[in-house]
């Protein structure tokens, strides 16, 4: 077993944050929780409000034909629990995160969580387009793009509506995966107050909200404010989180550059504090973030009006700030220590010896890096009937995103002068660093990453809609609009002692036109309905986007609905769809860059070994020749409402998806470079000094002052054209599902549901044309589902929830070959307070009752498929006057 210890950053920072949310539940007057969410497929039965535009059409007061539409209502996010809208949407199988704790990784690259329906892609932008009223939202972050949904609070949320099929032709960009869209409230009456306080072994987490609003009939206005805050989870709080994997036959994945030093003489190595024989080693997953510490504050205003009988106004504006800690194992390093330096104490007549080390002692046992991400928009719309069932509706949208992000690290420069100095003034003693100068300690420690960004966003929408004319069917409906969208992206990275930061700078920026319509013809329907024909209804749509860095694509896509009879829906619809590249991936990226290595750890086989010692040259970063992804959809399903059964749906969505020119990065470390003809592109062996300018171009060089200087002194071995790419394709097919059923019964009601998605195949390419891999041989597992049982008492209700990811073999890591499912039982529990305080409900949350850990792996980490915080406990309130 692992020692405890406190998690976070100790009494003192849980202390802290105890005051922070006491002050606000003091404000609030309350504590807030609920339970696990499921999700549940859209009724497509339900009357539809003639003025609204459900996700997915274009189209006021009509479904999304031939779609399937995943529906998170409102009820379920307040029993969800959710502090945030990362955690709602983990609730979902469809959703990449589903079954994990949705936390970012806490670097440039990938600050924020990102959903992902199908896990297709991993570039700076996103295949799921997530939405906020149907519009999009600015990004954030500092090498990527993606909107980071956790800026909305979840008290404003009405409903989630999760869209898996491509959306393209409706939405444009980045809906290849599927659409996420979070439909905030119009109208609020009263004040509400929400607060939760929940706990975990060395864990605990506190949210609230208060939301205040006034409804006058033609118009509402409401302002939202909310406030989590959270402890992280270190390895040191969870055993599963181990390097150490030799007690269930693996590898010992620790580090030998340990707070207590390895000294290597020739071939034999000495433990500190002995130096007898012997090999200290140490886990860095212990000091190491599983889940970073985060405090985020959110408002959401809200404003809508009627102007008149024909004109109504809407407004929406958001303003959210997260700050997040994210700690990792600290600094090491090992080098060579001669009989120069003061310190230096042999083992026995050698004058020089290597030694690793690491700097837990002196600048404590985790590195600490902060970040820190604002963003805020404002949304105007106004709507206006022209009369004869046609609306005009416009939009304007604008936002903007402000990040910054360091990661701590140690001047390995001043660190290797120090380990080579001559005086104690100056030397650095690494059998007891304690004991070496302040001065020395403090220039090896002032050093940092850093990096911040600004992405602004700014755009217009315009849409008509209208009945075209009358068929025994229905009325056939058209839709037609257009957008202009513009974006930007100023960032730099850079890295060195606090005061004196060196690095880059970048700006990118784009605008789109866009022009789109919808088309929906009623070939069956209420007037003219027979048997085999309840009712038939087809659809098309298309949408062209014109980029001014990429160029134009046009996305069509048709569907189909079809009812034999009003128990059964059959769906149907195919489609392309494409995602932009982003701009942070284009060729004038923060990251574009020449990186030379005064070495070449990746070589073809059969090389010498002196090759070794030959400098390498890598083309990293953006591409300016980068295309949009791109990718055919197609579904068909079926929605089964048996009216002998009332309660109950069934419903069944077969999917596929061909997703070709992926963008991602060469994969140079692998020997398969080298031997693939795939890959011959992507590398040069002994390059020429012209063939390394004509590479390079202008990008600035790192290593070196230019390539000039490293050809007069050297041969390089390998030139890497390790630049973003379109490279690989994925091609994956398979089955959600949902079967739900609710009862009245004499003491309340009965709930169940049973909700997932199962792949029949999935199929990848690192490169198109090279070899394909099987996925769910090697990696993937086929079903994620979520099953719930519950009841309602009076004005009690219960429920269970099993969450459930199938388990899967791997390949090359003896000698485990599979990775175990992961299941949870989570248990949601309220109790409405009624006649003893009105509008008021108490709930409690027991997720992950049985203190499941995620399945072993057989690496550093010591865990996958899944992950969680342990068994958490939430006491909460709701309450409304």
């Not at 398979?734 to 009965?750: H, K, V």
Request: proline share 6%; hydrophobic share 40%.
């Amino acid at each position: 077993m692992k020692a405890m210890t406190t998690a976070g950053l100790g009494f003192a920072a849980r202390r802290n944050a105890w005051r922070r949310g006491i002050s606000v539940l003091a404000c609030a007057g309350t504590l807030f929780g609920a339970a696990s969410a499921h999700a549940q497929e859209a009724d497509s039965d339900a009357p539809a409000d003639t003025d609204i535009v459900v996700t997915g059409t274009l189209l006021r007061g009509v479904a999304p034909v031939g779609t399937n539409v995943v529906a998170v209502s409102e009820a379920d996010v307040v029993a969800s629990g959710a502090a945030s809208a990362n955690d709602l949407l983990a609730s979902i199988p469809q959703v990449g995160n589903f079954g994990t704790i949705p936390a970012g990784l806490g670097n440039f690259g990938n600050p924020i969580v990102r959903p992902n329906i199908r896990n297709l892609g991993n570039s700076g932008g996103s295949t799921t387009l997530v939405l906020v009223d149907g519009h999009r939202m600015v990004g954030a972050g500092i090498l990527q793009t993606s909107f980071d949904p956790s800026v909305i609070p979840p008290d404003v949320i009405k409903r989630v509506d999760v869209i898996p099929d491509g959306g393209s032709s409706i939405y444009g960009s980045d809906a290849i995966g599927g659409v996420i869209n979070f439909i905030t409230r119009d109208r609020y009456d009263g004040i509400g107050v929400n607060a939760r306080y929940g706990f975990a072994k060395n864990y605990q987490t506190i949210d609230a909200s208060v939301i205040a609003g006034k409804d006058w009939g033609s118009g509402s206005a409401y302002i939202s404010y909310s406030y989590a805050w959270h402890d992280d989870l270190i390895g040191l709080d969870r055993d599963y989180a181990t390097a150490n994997q030799t007690d269930r036959g693996g590898g010992d994945f620790r580090s030998t550059a340990c707070a207590l030093a390895n000294i290597t003489v020739g071939t034999t190595t000495y433990a500190l504090p002995g130096r007898a024989p012997g090999v200290n080693r140490c886990d860095q997953t212990d000091y190491a973030a599983i889940y970073p510490r985060e405090e985020r504050h959110s408002v959401f205003a809200g404003l809508t009006q009627d102007l008149s009988d024909s004109v109504a106004f809407k407004l929406s504006a958001y303003w959210s700030k997260r700050d997040t800690l994210h700690r990792s194992a600290q600094s090491s390093m090992s080098g060579t220590i001669t009989a120069a330096n003061p310190f230096f104490r042999p083992i026995g007549t050698e004058l020089a010896h290597s030694v690793a080390f690491a700097f837990d002692d002196v600048f404590g046992p985790s590195n600490d890096s902060p970040s820190s991400f604002t963003s805020y928009g404002i949304t105007p719309s106004f709507d206006f009937e022209l009369g004869g069932g046609w609306q005009l509706r416009t939009m304007a949208n604008f936002g903007r995103s402000e990040n910054e992000s360091t990661e701590r690290s140690f001047n390995s420069t001043a660190a290797t002068i120090a380990l080579a100095g001559r005086t104690t003034a100056t030397a650095l003693n690494p059998y007891n660093l304690s004991a070496t100068s302040p001065a020395v300690l403090a220039a090896i420690d002032d050093f940092a990453n850093y990096g911040e960004a600004t992405q602004e966003l700014a755009e217009g929408h315009v849409v008509l809609d209208g009945p075209l004319f009358a068929m025994p069917g229905g009325d056939v409906r058209l839709a037609v609009g257009g957008e202009y969208h513009y974006e930007n992206i100023r960032s730099f990275t850079g890295s060195g002692p606090e005061a004196a930061v060196t690095g880059s700078n970048a700006y990118a920026a784009r605008n789109v036109k866009s022009l789109f319509g919808e088309l929906l013809i009623p070939i069956f329907g209420a007037d003219n309905r027979t048997p085999g024909f309840y009712s038939l209804e087809l659809s098309g749509s298309v949408r062209y986007d014109d980029y001014s860095d990429v160029g134009g694509t046009t996305n069509p896509k048709i569907g189909v609905t079809w009812r034999p009879f009003e128990a059964l829906t059959i769906r149907g619809n195919y489609g392309t769809s494409f995602h932009a590249p982003s701009l942070a991936d284009l060729g004038n990226s923060v990251d574009a860059r020449v990186q030379v290595l005064p070495f070449s750890p990746f070589r073809a086989p059969g090389s010498s070994p002196f090759d070794a010692l030959r400098p390498t040259i890598a083309i990293a970063g953006g591409n300016a020749n980068l295309k949009p992804e791109t990718a055919d959809t197609w579904s068909l399903g079926f929605d089964l409402k048996p009216a002998g059964l009332e309660g109950f749906v069934a419903s069944a969505t077969y999917f596929n998806v061909k997703f070709k020119d992926a963008i991602a990065v060469p994969p140079f470390t692998s020997p398969l470079l080298f031997t693939t003809p795939a890959y011959a592109d992507f590398f040069i062996l002994n390059p020429t000094l012209a063939q390394a300018q004509a590479a390079a171009g202008n990008l600035r060089v790192d290593g070196v002052p230019n390539l000039a200087t490293l050809f007069a002194i050297s041969s390089p071995y390998v030139l890497f054209l390790a630049q973003r790419a379109n490279l690989g394709a994925v091609n994956v097919d398979g089955i959600d599902f949902n079967l739900a059923y609710n009862r009245p019964t004499g003491f309340g009601s009965i709930h169940a549901n049973f909700t997932g998605s199962y792949l029949l195949n999935r199929e990848t390419q690192v490169v198109q044309g090279g070899p394909v891999n099987d996925d769910l041989k090697n990696g993937t597992g086929r079903f994620l589902f979520t099953a719930g049982l519950g009841a309602t008492v009076g004005d009690f209700t219960a429920r269970a929830s099993l969450n459930h990811r199938s388990g899967y073999p791997i390949i090359g890591l003896p000698p485990q070959t599979r990775i175990s499912a992961f299941d949870t039982v989570d248990l949601f529990f309220s109790y409405d307070l009624g006649d003893m305080l009105a509008n008021t409900l108490l709930t409690l949350n027991v997720d992950n009752v049985f203190d499941q850990d995620p399945p072993y792996f057989n690496n550093a980490a010591g865990y996958t498929n899944g992950s969680t915080l342990g068994r958490l406990v939430s006491f909460g309130i709701r309450t409304k006057f």
